[in-house]
């Protein structure tokens, strides 16, 4: 964990970025309100008061919600209304999300109520300031959003809290929401007009689940590469096809990055050198065409980082209050159709890069491509070697092309049909996380192979990146000499792959 930064981030709904998320939901930077962001807040705020002494009818100040949003709440009961809506709405089932997700979550909402358009009182974002400051972890089951009109279980959850009811995470139990209040010494909300509703609506739990996920597969798309080039070491390949000569005939900008990047990482290896005649003409396409796979791999991963990026500072909430004209304004920026439908290309996408790399395992392993013992096996038939390991990566790769099914494809109708149309956006970023393990794993399966086949290369060593890459493998990990519980060695990588070094060591 990087330490966090010893200043504030002052949240202003504007200027928000997926870095400054990571510094609050896991570094733990520290948050609060911008004053630009207090004086927009309470202008949209007089325009809600103002309905409220006018007892006007305005859908979600002083109507129900969704189909029953032709019948008129009375001002004495504005406050119950509220509090009803955030009760009835926490239908949530499932695992709860990550403490990191519920961070991001939280963070996230706060700066979208800090835009100053869901007519909300600044207290509100300051109690989820309060909330993150002092860690203070709200239990929010990660199923039960359709993404319209927004994520209303997750966020009913964190909304429960807000109220002093609801569930948080208190080191090993669980404690009520008033209980954590009472211990940061700061009072729950009573909800005023508006204020339930400007919690519930909104994507900030798709975004932060999906947000979380996209760093993570952001770095596992760099060790791809960094992985790519320890296999085709291994297996005496040839750098030949990252000619950049090539790529400038087919110019797409990730294709082109990655060619260099494989250039680099290869750059002054003694393994080269060694079968520069050798006569092989051209190596299979796992190897030969990285560029091509990850190159559109890497072009997706920053269109979504674009989608994100703009949906961070968005206002998704329902109604609009628009202060200048003092304008309450009924549409659907609640709908999550935008980051469904980027969730389901990065999972697509993801899917590919892990369906390569299973294949470069496989040649690793298989005796008929090269010359490399049979499964990477000291000692092949007493010793299997990574036999299985290949098993583990295929099957991983083959629930992630299940799970590459579009989400964001399916509807089904909502509240009376009143929300006929939903964007199942939660489906695709859940689906997203469990592809993001998946692909994690397989390219720890094909380090561990390629440290190994490099091993049977030694003493020459690989390109100056690949090189540095296996020695800091072979510092926690050692070779396999005899059969052993190869799990362990997964799970160590895994952790290899999460250290700030070998992270850099990808870039």
């Excluded at 630009?36 to 202008?43: I, T």
């Excluded at 964190?158 to 995470?169: D, S």
């Excluded at 060790?223 to 990252?242: H, N, Q, T, W, Y």
């Excluded at 680099?264 to 065409?289: K, N, P, T, V, W």
Aim: hydrophobic share 45%.
């Amino acid at each position: 964990m990087t330490p966090a930064s010893p200043l504030p981030l002052l949240i202003d709904g504007t200027t928000l970025t997926p870095d400054h998320v990571h510094e609050v939901a896991v570094d733990r930077r520290r948050v609060g309100i911008h004053p630009d962001a207090v004086e927009r807040m309470s202008r949209s705020r007089a325009v809600i008061e103002d309905i409220v002494t006018r007892d006007r009818v305005v859908y979600g100040v002083s109507t129900g919600f969704g189909k029953l949003s032709d019948v008129h709440i009375g001002r004495d009961q504005i406050t119950p209304l509220q509090h009803n809506l955030v009760r009835s709405h926490a239908a949530g089932v499932g695992d709860p999300f990550s403490e990191v997700e519920v961070r991001a979550l939280m963070l996230l909402r706060a700066n979208v109520l800090a835009k100053g358009l869901s007519g909300a009182r600044p207290v509100v974002v300051e109690r989820l300031c309060d909330l993150l400051n002092h860690h203070v972890y709200p239990v929010i089951p990660c199923r039960g959003s359709v993404g319209a009109s927004g994520d209303l279980a997750p966020l009913a959850h964190l909304a429960l809290v807000l109220i002093g009811e609801g569930e948080v995470f208190s080191e090993s139990t669980i404690i009520t929401g008033r209980e954590a209040f009472e211990a940061i010494g700061v009072p729950p909300l009573d909800l005023q007009a508006k204020e339930g509703l400007a919690l519930l609506n909104g994507t900030q739990a798709t975004l932060a689940t999906g947000l979380i996920s996209w760093r993570r597969a952001r770095q596992l798309l760099d060790m791809s590469d960094l992985a790519g080039a320890m296999s085709l070491e291994a297996l005496k390949g040839s750098p030949v096809a990252f000619d950049k000569r090539i790529h400038q005939a087919r110019p797409h900008r990730g294709q082109v990055e990655v060619a260099e990047r494989l250039t680099r990482f290869l750059r002054d290896s003694e393994i080269r050198e060694s079968h520069m005649d050798c006569g092989r003409i051209q190596d299979a396409y796992s190897l030969r065409c990285i560029p091509q796979v990850h190159g559109p791999v890497r072009e997706c991963v920053e269109y979504v980082r674009g989608v994100a990026a703009v949906e961070i500072n968005s206002a998704t909430d329902n109604p609009l209050v628009f202060a200048d004209g003092g304008d309450v304004l009924s549409g659907g920026n609640f709908h999550g159709q935008s980051l469904g439908l980027a969730f389901d290309f990065l999972t697509m996408s993801l899917s590919v890069l892990a369906n390569i790399s299973e294949r470069r395992i496989e040649r690793l392993l298989n005796p008929e491509y090269g010359d490399l013992p049979p499964f990477l096996a000291d000692h092949p038939g007493l010793n299997s070697g990574f036999m299985i390991a290949q098993v583990a990566a295929a099957a991983l790769s083959s629930e992630n092309k299940v799970l590459s099914h579009p989400a964001s494809v399916d509807s089904i109708p909502t509240s009376g049909n009143k929300e006929d149309h939903v964007p199942m956006a939660m489906g695709a970023a859940l689906k997203l996380k469990q592809v993001v393990a998946n692909l994690e794993r397989i390219l720890a399966i094909e380090f561990l192979c390629a440290a190994q086949g490099i091993d049977y290369l030694r003493p020459l060593k690989a390109g100056v990146t690949a090189e540095a890459a296996y020695q800091h493998i072979r510092q926690h990990i050692s070779h396999v000499a005899v059969d052993r519980v190869l799990s362990k060695d997964i799970e160590r990588m895994i952790g290899v792959m999460n250290d700030r070094h070998f992270i850099d060591l990808a870039i």
